[in-house]
């Protein structure tokens, strides 16, 4: 018998900023579709799951007894793989969950350690170039660095301890069973070495108030006008972010890790009786937020004494999940998928020497039927005429057993390929004319990603085009485990493609550089880590993180990645690009067009169907509201006829208002969970739980495709 192999499972697991205290868990099963385990269960995938009971939530559920926005946390497990003769995915070797307790070949496991070790570097990192993406750090170049008032230089270490917000690492085991990233808990930085729990007794700790002494900390309720702040001391008074979260095990010895408190921060240079501007959606100077990332590193221990180490994990917090089971067209792990198919050899049945396999067939439960179930999802949270409306239902509804030629999509003529470039065509139609080409979304707007509009990954084409040539079949014979298959929703339930820079990661998904050997026995889909040297931090407080993973850079990027380097190449702060990716023309891919299009319909609502509206006598859906409606959100700088422009409404006109408001918002669930004492349709999906009050404008009609913006004053939006 082999050695056992052990990985920590989801590889990525993802966290969410709330402003309460409590959080409920990450959700385990894939958005849209079926539970596993449960096929006659009329709720579908997606929704987080209640930390007590393991089951899925109420819509009650989502705030606490206060009315605040409760936290995502991410839960990790450690998952044994026996007898792996050669590498492959899915995984055919045996496997099992280790708790504490569980035998692994003949040893009882009676200790689970984990060290987690979160930080925020966007401050210090560099803008976000939407023209080049990835392109701006080939040969050896960098975009512009963010903050070149707080110094030139990105690797001086006094720039990056002022801008790094670095909580220090933590270690939870029998002994210890909880641990705050926090300004206070300085003594409990601790580290992992040889299985051994190792403390930190200096670690530089670092949080804004420590080192700017005037900050600017947005209140509820607050106007504009008056935002002038109070005078902060530095070192005296912990104000505005002082936590990144916290994280605990179960009695099963899991890992559960709750992130930050969805804050932003501003600090003032020269004049300190104004509000810090915030003037962009992704690249705003003098401001923080409490989103994070790390590394998840675990030993197990067993009776006799002796420890294994564990292929560890990664954690990523970020925004808040407005749609849950809202299923992506291009999901995060339809990117990373694509990446390990085509370039890091995953499936060589699939891909090999430098192409397809003609003669593979894929699954059409697995490949083809989540993105017609995408398809569909759509309408729950975007503006579409009647038509369109039909037609996404259309493509929801095709089985397995329908002939591809007689469907809706009349094979692929209506899918847009992932040409490269800038070319979004279909046979050198015209982007404004003919009929719409699928999905109805905005690409990467730079020459990386490379396209104006959101097309298939190639490998997802393959697949399309296999399927629209009867060469496929209706289910895969070989299941993922129940650890690979928390690897595959985590990242299923977040946003793909769009990558400007995105949502819950940006384009570095697609980086081969960012991820372990997975033939290693790591497994596919896990980031790599760069090791730290813990024991040589003296107590001079200088930074102990550097600059950090940098891609596209030959002499650093396969070093693996530092606390902070998965989420430092997003929007600063996240509120305002959240804020800004509703419906837009085709700016700034400068094709001059006026056709709209969507951001991130799955993880950004532009409109959405309201549960309180709900004919619940006739079993009728209400007209829709935006999401992000009321107070602040009229297009102030436009016309009062162009109120009305669906390129100017469903989002607040002031970035700021989103600092403060962001957890007023609601939640698009499907109604089988709505718990209000009324009766629903079980596949509607609408929303509840929004504050949003006041004056909204109301929706204009939707045309038929193309949606014409009229007025084009989108392109001058605040």
């Not at 003769?85 to 040893?107: C, F, H, L, M, R």
């Amino acid at each position: 018998m082999s050695k056992a192999i052990f990985r920590v499972h989801p590889a990525i697991g993802i966290a969410r900023v709330g402003n309460s205290e409590e959080f409920y868990l990450a959700p385990e099963s894939i958005a849209a579709l079926k539970q596993p385990n449960k096929p006659d269960d009329k709720t579908t995938g997606g929704l987080p799951l209640d930390p007590e009971s393991g089951e899925v939530i109420k819509s009650s559920q989502l705030r606490d007894k206060h009315g605040a926005f409760k936290r995502q946390a991410a839960r990790f497990r450690i998952f044994a793989y026996s007898d792996i003769d050669k590498p492959s995915y899915p995984e055919k070797a045996e496997n099992q969950e280790v708790t504490i307790g569980s035998v692994i070949q003949g040893k009882t496991v009676t200790d689970i350690k984990w060290c987690v070790h979160l930080a925020n570097k966007k401050a210090a990192w560099f803008v976000n170039d939407d023209d080049h993406g990835v392109v701006a750090y080939e040969n050896s170049n960098f975009p512009v660095l963010r903050n070149l008032a707080e110094g030139l230089d990105p690797y001086n270490e006094s720039r990056l301890r002022r801008l790094v917000i670095d909580a220090g690492p933590r270690v939870l085991d029998n002994e210890c069973r909880t641990a705050e990233f926090d300004s206070k808990s300085q003594k409990q930085a601790a580290y992992l070495q040889a299985g051994d729990k190792v403390s930190v007794e200096d670690y530089p700790v670092s949080f804004p108030f420590m080192h700017f002494d005037y900050l600017d900390v947005p209140e509820k309720g607050e106007k504009l006008s008056d935002c002038k702040g109070a005078r902060l001391q530095k070192n005296t008074t912990a104000t505005g972010i002082t936590s990144l979260g916290g994280m605990h095990t179960d009695e099963n010895g899991r890992l559960i890790v709750a992130g930050g408190y969805g804050k932003a921060v501003g600090w003032r240079l020269d004049n300190i009786d104004k509000p810090v501007p915030i003037d962009g959606p992704v690249n705003n100077d003098q401001w923080f937020d409490d989103t994070s990332d790390g590394p998840v590193t675990a030993v197990v221990e067993f009776e006799d004494g002796s420890t294994e180490e564990v292929f560890g994990g990664w954690v990523v917090v970020t925004d808040p999940s407005y749609a849950p089971q809202t299923l992506n067209v291009v999901s995060l792990f339809d990117e990373a998928y694509d990446t390990f198919v085509r370039k890091l050899n995953l499936q060589p049945e699939v891909f090999s020497g430098g192409k397809f396999n003609p003669d593979y067939k894929p699954a059409f439960d697995d490949h083809i039927k989540p993105i017609f179930k995408a398809t569909g999802q759509q309408l729950w949270n975007a503006y579409l005429p009647e038509i369109a409306v039909q037609a996404h239902k259309s493509v929801d509804s095709i089985k397995a057993s329908d002939d591809p030629d007689t469907t809706i999509l009349a094979g692929l003529a209506y899918i847009r390929q992932p040409n490269p470039g800038t070319e979004a065509t279909w046979r050198s139609q015209s982007i404004d004319e003919g009929a719409p080409l699928m999905p109805l979304s905005l690409g990467d707007s730079s020459a990386a990603g490379g396209k104006p509009f959101l097309t298939p990954t190639i490998t997802q084409y393959q697949f399309l085009h296999s399927w629209s040539n009867h060469q496929y079949v209706d289910t895969a014979k070989q299941k993922l485990g129940e650890g690979e298959y928390l690897d595959r929703a985590t990242l299923q339930n977040c946003l793909g493609g769009r990558f400007s820079p995105g949502i819950d990661m940006t384009w570095i998904i697609r980086e081969t550089a960012m991820y372990q050997d997975w033939q290693s026995g790591a497994g596919p889909f896990r980031i790599k880590h760069k090791p730290l040297n813990y024991a040589n931090i003296d107590n001079t407080h200088t930074a102990f993180l550097g600059l950090g993973w940098v891609p596209r850079h030959e002499a650093v990027e396969h070093l693996g990645l530092e606390p902070g380097d998965a989420t430092k190449f997003m929007a600063l702060p996240w509120h305002a690009d959240y804020n800004s990716c509703a419906i837009h023309q085709t700016s700034p891919n400068e094709l001059k067009s006026e056709t709209l299009y969507w951001s991130w319909p799955a993880q950004r609502p532009v409109t959405v169907y309201v549960a309180q509206d709900y004919d619940t006598e006739t079993q009728t859906l209400p007209p829709q509201r935006y999401s992000v409606r009321g107070t602040g959100t009229y297009p102030l700088e436009n016309t009062p006829s162009d109120k009305h422009d669906l390129a100017n409404a469903g989002r607040f006109w002031e970035y700021r208002d989103m600092l403060t408001k962001w957890d007023d918002i609601g939640v698009v669930v499907q109604a089988t969970i709505i718990d209000d004492n009324r009766s629903y349709e079980p596949d509607v999906y609408l929303e509840v739980e929004s504050r949003l009050t006041g004056d909204e404008p109301m929706l204009a009609p939707p045309k038929p495709w193309p949606l014409l913006a009229g007025s084009g004053s989108a392109t001058r939006k605040k």
